[in-house]
């Protein structure tokens, strides 16, 4: 069994401010980790993906996430918000095993607010 | 053109009617999923299927069934459709190990009134 926590629904900063997203998982074998970003009326978007290489992980647009098994967090980061991240965003996990059974588990998404 | 699409994007349908909503990919991987996507709950998983003759229930499967009519189709119904099944519905695609990420198509918003 596999879930995803993500803490705090809608998280706000200053644009020019560091991004924070924290995400949590659960899985009972190593993992895969993603996030994904949705913009208003658009699917979901792949920021960036973990799969057992290197734990520090950079994605499009500036984003990047550290995976620390110790923690069993995969928080996102942004070192300079910009008023276009505003979205929303998701973290999510499947088993690195690949027998896919469960699918891709989402977390229930954080909302980036940009605050000019 | 899109590496997953989805038709329609936007219907509103009547409780008791019965509706399809298609899905179709060119990435030529063999797994396919259906999600829902509801405000404060992210996405949870319908069905999914491994290949053509392997359909698979996920989470929240009552109320819907699929077809999966070629490697590249899979299609979505809902026999009665019924008002809390009003959401935002996503197709996806993955290769075998899922490692490269799920291909979301853009999205069928639902409305049943």
């Known amino acids: 069994a596999q879930s995803v926590t993500q803490l705090g629904s809608h998280v706000s900063v200053s644009e020019g401010a560091l991004v924070l997203l924290r995400c949590n998982y659960s899985s009972s074998v190593p993992p895969y980790l993603f996030w994904y970003v949705q913009y208003p009326n658009q699917g979901l978007q792949l920021l960036l993906k973990?799969?057992?290489?290197?734990?520090l992980v950079k994605g499009i647009n500036g984003f990047e996430a550290e995976f620390k098994k110790s923690e069993t967090s995969f928080h996102l980061t942004k070192p300079s918000a910009h008023m276009s991240d505003a979205a929303e965003y998701f973290c999510?996990?499947?088993?690195?095993?690949?027998?896919?059974?469960?699918?891709?588990?989402f977390g229930k998404g954080t909302h980036l607010i940009i605050q000019p | 053109d899109a590496d997953v699409t989805q038709t329609p994007r936007n219907r509103i349908t009547k409780t008791g009617k019965r509706i399809m909503l298609e899905c179709s990919q060119t990435?030529?991987?063999?797994?396919m999923y259906w999600y829902r996507q509801d405000p404060g709950l992210g996405l949870r998983l319908i069905y999914y299927?491994?290949?053509?003759?392997?359909?698979n229930k996920g989470e929240i499967s009552d109320g819907y069934s699929v077809s999966r009519q070629a490697q590249a189709k899979f299609s979505l119904s809902l026999e009665s459709a019924i008002p809390n099944q009003t959401a935002l519905y996503f197709c996806a695609t993955s290769d075998p190990q899922g490692g490269d990420g799920y291909t979301f198509g853009s999205g069928t918003r639902l409305t049943v009134v």
């Open positions: 299927s491994f290949d053509v003759k392997d359909i």
């Open positions: 990435k030529g991987h063999d797994r």
């Open positions: 973990y799969t057992s290489a290197a734990t």
């Open positions: 999510a996990v499947t088993p690195a095993s690949g027998g896919g059974a469960d699918g891709l588990t």
